[in-house]
Every structure is written in C-alpha cells, then in structure tokens.
C-alpha cells in the first residue's frame, strides 16, 4: 500500500514540474524584472514631468492671485523650481 502511494507521489511530482515548465518556469523571471523595471523608468518619467506641470501651474496661480506679471519671473524662482523637481 505504501509502494503505490509513493507511486502516485512520483508521479505527481512529475506532472507538477511539467506544468510549473509550461507557464514559465525560472526563465521568464528575468522577462518580468526587465519589464518590471522599464515601468518603474516611465513611472519615473512622468512623474518628474506631472512635478514640473504642477510647478508652473501654482506658479501662474500664485502670480494671478497677487496681480503681477508672468513674464517677471525670477533665476531665484527658477533655481527653486530645479531644487523642488530634484528633491
């Protein structure tokens, strides 16, 4: 009796490493870091660009609220903007 359930156990074993070999198995784990990673890039990317829209937009809100001109834009509000963007 114990002879046909280690059998049955070898011969499950088998078919779960066959099926673990069908969907992938230890080879597509680097397909997915690399795809992994360029979504990590773009993320990356675009949230730096969503940062430097938001920046411009409450700078145009700020300037709209106090009644100045928008073309008198400072290298210091420059400078912070880069400072903000990078932190």
Do not use: C, W
């Amino acid at each position: 009796m114990a002879a046909l359930a280690l059998i049955i156990s070898i011969i499950a074993l088998i078919l779960a490493f066959m099926a673990y070999q069908k969907v992938g198995g230890l080879g597509d784990v680097s397909k997915q870091a690399e795809v992994l990673t360029q979504i990590g890039d773009a993320i990356v990317q675009a949230t730096n660009s969503l940062k430097e829209k938001t920046i411009e937009l409450l700078e145009k809100l700020e300037v709209s609220l106090k009644g100045k001109d928008t073309s008198k834009k400072t290298p210091h509000k420059q400078e912070e903007r880069s400072n903000k963007i990078e932190g």
